[in-house]
């Protein structure tokens, strides 16, 4: 398989961060990566394809993205956009462009929590998106470069706040971490991510953390917002996009590999969940990946 090319971007080590506004009819950029964390944003652009991870999605007239895991893929695409004046705002920074300490203070805790979760991208509702747009609107025009910085960390804590940003790529597909959650949620989670290629059972999983399997069940979906089998098959799809993605195994192989007992219930799965058969994601990803 060919790469994913690696960005290497216009921030130095002088910089807190990188803003550029661009104003064009069509996407050209290819699927790519980066180490630091991106704010983008994009507005007429209603039928753009935006692929972060195994996250593949249409966006409407507004958009706001935020990536921050140097191994996570992510690219625009025309898709069905017709508008002749996309605007785009992209803002590019470091991840130690707040120390940890700072970053362990109150004030900032939610801003902490944005960041961790945007180890899979994050996609804002549009509520968010127009409590900053004046902020971004201004941004790359801003003159002094202290009152650009400040205007940067409102955005964030504004952002920050938003109960319904969506998380895009799977955990297993984006190697996030689980840091912030329960030990007992971790644990089972991690039990689930080494073995996800086995049969997995409730009552098993329940016993690892010492409750009952209807206790449990209930305990695991207020916890993480999913029933435990459809947090096992997003893993279990998080897996077989990654295969999908990096090797040339063959569909039914990475079936059987992911913990699928048979192809069809398989490619229904993974119809069902990422909008596209297993051959057309890989076939998607090969036609945006770059020779090296």
């Not at 960041?115 to 609107?137: C, N, Q, R, W």
């Amino acid at each position: 398989m060919s790469s994913i090319f690696t960005e290497i971007t216009q921030l130095t080590e002088k910089d807190c961060f990188f803003i550029v506004e661009r104003h064009k009819s069509e996407f050209t950029y290819p699927l790519h990566r980066h180490k630091e964390f991106e704010l983008n944003f994009i507005e007429h652009g209603a039928g753009v394809r935006r692929i972060v991870g195994d996250s593949v999605e249409e966006i409407g007239d507004y958009e706001l993205v935020l990536v921050g895991s140097e191994g996570l893929e992510h690219v625009w695409e025309q898709g069905n956009c017709k508008s002749k004046d996309i605007r785009e705002i992209t803002i590019q920074f470091s991840h130690d462009i707040l120390s940890e300490n700072m970053l362990s203070k109150g004030q900032f805790t939610t801003i902490r929590q944005m960041l961790t979760k945007a180890e899979h991208g994050l996609s804002f509702p549009t509520s968010a998106i127009m409590k900053v747009y004046s902020a971004l609107d201004t941004l790359a025009k801003e003159p002094e470069p202290f009152v650009q910085f400040l205007k940067v960390l409102y955005i964030l804590y504004q952002l920050s706040l938003s109960n319904d940003a969506k998380m895009l790529a799977s955990s297993s597909f984006s190697h996030a971490s689980r840091n912030q959650e329960s030990r007992r949620v971790q644990k089972v989670k991690q039990y689930i991510n080494d073995h996800y290629s086995e049969p997995l059972n409730l009552t098993e999983l329940a016993d690892m953390v010492g409750m009952s399997p209807v206790a449990f069940s209930r305990f695991f979906r207020i916890r993480t917002n999913r029933t435990l089998s459809e947090y096992i098959a997003d893993i279990r799809l998080g897996f077989a996009a990654r295969l999908l993605v990096d090797t040339t195994k063959n569909i039914s192989e990475i079936c059987y590999e992911c913990g699928f007992n048979n192809l069809s219930n398989f490619n229904r799965t993974f119809k069902a969940k990422r909008g596209s058969t297993p051959r057309e994601f890989r076939e998607m990803y090969k036609k945006h990946k770059v020779k090296v």
